[in-house]
Nanobody
């Protein structure tokens, strides 16, 4: 099966930026809609952003609209999340996954998650 590995997280001050990457191994996700999710301590995993397989349509949670941008490079089997104007409430472990698509871009296609990458925003 395809394994997804997230990277690019770190510690940043409020107002700063980070670029997360999600690389696939053991296969490709070129035909899948992909999304980013995050989970803060004591909270359930929540949807952040998603993109269809061709990159022509994107979806964002209201909390990140205008600040985060999702993109993908199918040739490199990689999905990115550019995060700007970071806020302390963005602190969480960020995960990527295939998403259902259609009207359900906020739902993971399968309940299989990697280790994620930690993003910590200080104020």
């Amino acid at each position: 099966q395809v394994q997804l590995v997230e990277s690019g997280g770190g510690l940043v001050q409020a107002g700063g930026s980070l670029r997360l990457s999600c690389a696939a191994s053991g296969g490709t996700f070129s035909s899948y809609a992909m999304g980013w999710f995050r989970q803060a301590p004591g909270k359930e995993r929540e949807f952040v952003a998603a993109m269809n397989w061709g990159g022509g349509r994107t979806y964002y949670a209201d909390s990140v609209k205008g600040r985060f941008t999702i993109s993908r490079d199918n040739a490199k089997n990689t999905v990115y999340l550019q995060m700007n104007s970071l806020k302390p409430e963005d602190t969480a472990v960020y995960y990527c996954n295939a998403v259902v698509g259609g009207s359900n871009y906020d739902k993971a296609l399968v309940d299989r998650w990697g280790q994620g990458t930690q993003v910590t925003v200080s104020s």
